[in-house]
């Protein structure tokens, strides 16, 4: 499968020793959509575009967390990121003039409290700073501490994995991936 993760994710050394392009990560670079020209913003989506079409036309399997990424407060799909869903849609419309059908699969993955929930406020606060560098250290300080105290807790917590039943996409509007995007919240919650 591929699957959608951050360029901040594609680092040294992380990147090093943890091959997630190797594990089928597609890497999105969120700061290219926010900045730049008009101009530069359109052709990168058209890039995301066309590779994600790419992927599931070649039969691949896309994973996608709509969510994002965790849940600091604790409410289960607050928040649903639409814009992959818009380019899963398009493809959706070149399957149907191909006579293929996309199916979707939600997963809903839910914890017991563990040390990682800890440091969530500070994460909080983290991702609040002004300051680029003091808010990358903190963020990722926080985040390597809680990791690695992780091996060292008795509580270690349980993993609850639930999947839904696949579905048709081609049975969504595909010029409205808000349906998509209600659909999915309301499965997951």
């Not at 300051?131 to 250290?137: A, D, F, G, K, M």
């Not at 807790?153 to 839904?164: A, D, E, H, P, Q």
Request: aromatic share 12%; glycine share 6%.
């Amino acid at each position: 499968p591929v699957f959608i993760a951050g360029s901040n994710l594609n680092f040294w050394p992380l990147n090093r020793f943890l091959r997630f392009r190797q594990w089928g990560a597609f890497f999105i670079d969120r700061e290219r959509i926010k900045r730049g020209t008009r101009q530069e913003k359109l052709r990168y989506k058209k890039e995301l575009e066309s590779d994600m079409i790419s992927v599931l036309i070649k039969g691949r399997s896309l994973l996608n967390f709509s969510e994002g990424g965790r849940s600091y407060s604790g409410r289960i799909m607050e928040i649903v990121k639409t814009g992959i869903l818009g380019y899963i849609l398009k493809a959706v419309m070149l399957m149907k003039s191909l006579n293929r059908e996309l199916l979707g699969v939600n997963i809903a993955i839910k914890y017991d409290n563990r040390v990682e929930e800890r440091v969530f406020p500070g994460l909080e606060r983290a991702r609040a700073r002004k300051n680029q560098v003091i808010r990358t250290i903190e963020y990722y300080g926080l985040d390597t501490y809680a990791f690695l105290t992780r091996p060292f807790c008795r509580n270690k917590g349980n993993v609850y994995i639930n999947f839904s039943s696949p579905y048709s996409l081609m049975d969504f509007d595909i010029s409205h991936k808000k349906c998509l995007a209600d659909f999915l919240q309301e499965d997951i919650k």
